[in-house]
């Protein structure tokens, strides 16, 4: 191997990240997009899609953590939850860790993904054979239009709405994910980045607003997104994120978090005021 090799990703036609690679684990082209796994220098083992970083093990607890256990813990009681997805299989991972939770359904639209993982990083995958893991090589968008079950909590945990992961920031896609939550249901989805992506951000709240009744955003910090500062989405039928969180919950779990912790899980929505100001009338956090 070449002792001077790195990657870099490149954001628009402005920014770049270079990450060095000691080793290249896994390289192959999947009929959705071309699948990477690097070992690096300073970040361990990393999950490339089509050459944009998805996962390194060294930062991946931060956005497993916030993607996961703020609805879970938000939700009183979630049974059976839906990510979509996912996978590397960090956020079920997250997910299976609560008692509550009786089964997980992932819904993985490239297997490729999913094999390169369990063979090259299991510290995100090594739930995929969970009891309660329901793994389906599929297409989300299909499932939730399709499927008949009702869930507590579902995560959208996609890419950026490029290539396949387009439809699932869509109008029809969330319609569908309101008619297969239950009744006090809770969505949340990866939601981009309030320094160069705030027009998705807009777009996505104006979608979310037009089939639930409060749609939020709340952040997190990471190493190898562009910015560092990301966001989720939160839209329940019910719940309100920070009202309706008890953060007693957390300590009485029983769990521990690299990232995620009682008093973060209400900061986290609290927002710069540039992003409050960018997204004044698409959110509710108040």
Partial sequence: MHSDLWIEEKFSDFLGLRIKVEKVLFSGKSEFQSVDVVETKGH?????????IMVTERDEFAYHDMIAHVPLFVHPNPKNVLVIGGGDGGTAREVLRHASVEKCTMVEIDAMV??????????????????????IIGDGVKFVNETTEKFDVIIVDSTDPIGPAQPLFGEAFYQD??????????????????????DIQQSLLKVLNSVFPNSYLYSFSNLTYPGGLWSFTFASKQYHPCRDFNPERVSESGLSFDYYNANLHTAAFALPSFALNGLKGLIAND
């Fill in 44 to 52: 361990g083992k990393m999950l490339l899609n089509d050459g944009l």
């Fill in 177 to 198: 994910v309101y008619n297969c939550l239950a009744d006090d249901g809770i969505v949340v989805s990866q939601g981009e980045s309030s320094w160069y992506a705030m």
């Fill in 114 to 135: 999913v094999d390169a993982c369990k063979e090259h990083i299991p510290q995100t995958s090594k739930d995929l054979e969970h009891p309660k893991m329901n793994l």
